[in-house]
């Protein structure tokens, strides 16, 4: 089992939003494009269970799903994981996660953005908990706080749920 720092325990008892990318984050950020424009991603069931645990024992933590591509699939997966936010065809990521924000009435300290790339920059600097993929870009990873031990489209998204809740002291009962 991964040790966390008692700082980054700390902060993410804080959190009640967790934003993320898509491409790159949640998938590996290869996509598949079929001759009618139909977009194929690969979606790791690790993130789906992730979101299926921090739903069921951290209900009052918000979901947001920031993508600067615009799918039907996104927008199909969304509403299976009752994902609370969904922003698609995004172009400034940091605008869309302050309208969340106000919206949430919280401030960042209270937000763990997860991004991957440079288009993620300005949103990863707003939040709370910055937290990248390990294959992140070099820029990203130098504004991030934390490092997932995993690539993107391979778990990232669930390391950050099970941060969560082991925050919460809620992992021993949910493995017991």
């Known amino acids: 089992m991964k ?3 008692k700082q980054l ?3 993410a008892k804080k959190i009640k939003l967790i934003a993320t990318d898509i491409d790159g984050v949640l998938t590996a950020g290869e996509v598949i494009l079929l001759e009618n424009n139909e977009e194929i991603k690969i979606w790791n069931v690790k993130d789906r269970l992730g979101s299926t645990l921090l739903r069921t024992h951290l209900p009052d933590v918000k979901v947001a799903w920031i993508t600067g591509r615009q799918s039907k699939q996104v927008s199909l997966r969304a509403k299976e994981l009752s994902v609370d936010y969904l922003i698609q065809s995004c172009k400034n990521k940091k605008e869309a ?3 969340i924000a ?3 009435e ?3 300290s209270k937000i763990l953005y997860i991004g991957d790339d440079i288009i993620d920059i300005s949103a990863l600097k707003y939040s709370g908990i910055s937290f990248c993929p390990k294959d992140a870009s070099d820029d ?3 504004c991030s706080k934390y490092i997932s031990q995993y690539d993107g489209g391979k778990g990232v998204f669930r390391e950050a749920c ?3 809740l082991k925050a919460n002291n809620l992992w021993k009962e949910i493995i017991g």
């Open 106 to 108: 919280i401030d960042f």
């Open 97 to 99: 996660l302050v309208k």
């Open 102 to 104: 106000n919206d949430l």
């Open 9 to 11: 325990l700390s902060d």
């Open 162 to 164: 099970e941060i969560l």
């Open 140 to 142: 990203v990873k130098k």
């Open 3 to 5: 040790k966390y720092s």
